[in-house]
């Protein structure tokens, strides 16, 4: 259970960081494209402010989006390996965040037209960190198991833990 717990918090803080990482790299986009068009570059908070909502969006999502996607990607390919594990992750990731794009464009008063945009967007900017999480979760679990095979210790203890 420890492990179980443990290896999926660390795929939470992994998700968290892609995000955060999107975000700067989202911003110096459009810093580049600010400074090439010669137009404003916001103020010098901008880029913290930016990166800030990134994180705060990534603590929120991790319940909504991140932990079921895995959680239901690793129930279903257990025992079918890593790769089933991830796809399956992000197929329901992907329509958990085009599900949550959709609703949060209606209630914000998005045109129908644009709808499919935000949707498309949200798409792409969550399969990095779904990838990374599942790959982070499913790495530990394996590394929960090999490592008291390999140096002797609990190794019956954790198997059943590790899933």
Excluded: D, K, N, Q
């Amino acid at each position: 259970m420890v492990v179980g717990v443990v290896r999926h918090l660390v795929g939470m803080v992994a998700a968290c960081l892609v995000l955060v990482a999107e975000a700067v790299v989202g911003y110096l986009g459009l810093l580049a494209y600010a400074v090439a068009t010669g137009s404003g570059v916001g103020g010098p908070l901008a880029g913290p402010m930016f990166v800030l909502i990134a994180a705060v969006l990534g603590v929120v999502l991790i319940p909504l989006l991140f932990l079921p996607a895995v959680a239901v990607g690793e129930a279903v390919g257990r025992h079918r390996g890593t790769g089933r594990v991830v796809a399956l992750s992000v197929l329901v990731a992907v329509v958990l965040a085009a599900g949550y794009a959709v609703a949060a464009a209606i209630a914000s008063g998005v045109s129908a037209g644009h709808v499919p945009l935000v949707a498309g967007i949200a798409v792409l900017l969550i399969v990095a960190p779904v990838v990374l999480y599942a790959l982070t979760a499913r790495g530990l679990g394996w590394v929960a198991r090999w490592v008291p095979r390999r140096w002797g210790g609990t190794a019956v203890a954790l198997s059943a833990e590790t899933g």
